[in-house]
């Protein structure tokens, strides 16, 4: 017989979620479900929010694949080996991020966060952090509080 007790659901409070996993530039992510935390072997799960007019350095998770569900706020996603692809999500829309897809997170609007739950397919906190040029257009000078050169 298992001690369901220590052996079963696991609550992570809003307030105990780990800030200290790999970044990205332009982001915030922070673990809720990780195997320290709560004994997952098979997924990793958080919250990531991006800053009103902020955008992320260009990267991709390896081989792991990554679900976001958009919470609140507009988000824009670029991805492809120049980031030349495009669509935007809003707060109940689900994105799929395939296994090494360069991509690049942004937030459309300049007056709200983007807050988005993360879901990936491993325990590895794999960020690879890529030298692409954004595609996207610079924002007004002093607009992104994370890149002075507008990448």
């Avoid at 919250?47 to 919470?71: F, N, Q, S």
């Avoid at 360069?102 to 990936?120: F, K, T």
């Amino acid at each position: 017989m298992s001690d369901w007790k220590e052996h079963g659901i696991r609550i992570v409070r809003a307030g105990e979620l780990d800030t200290n996993t790999p970044q990205t530039p332009g982001m915030s992510r922070a673990a809720a479900i990780t195997h320290a935390r709560t004994g997952a072997s098979k997924l990793w799960a958080g919250t990531v929010t991006v800053a009103p007019a902020a955008r992320t350095g260009a990267h991709h998770h390896g081989e792991i694949e990554t679900v976001l569900y958009i919470v609140r706020g507009r988000a824009r996603f670029r991805w492809g080996d120049r980031l030349e692809y495009v669509e935007e999500a809003g707060p109940g829309d689900f994105i799929y991020v395939p296994p090494f897809v360069p991509h690049q997170e942004m937030n459309a609007r300049a007056d709200e966060p983007v807050e988005a739950v993360v879901v990936r397919s491993g325990q590895e906190p794999i960020v690879v952090n890529l030298d692409i040029e954004s595609a996207e257009p610079a924002p007004p000078a002093g607009g992104d509080p994370f890149h002075s050169n507008g990448v």
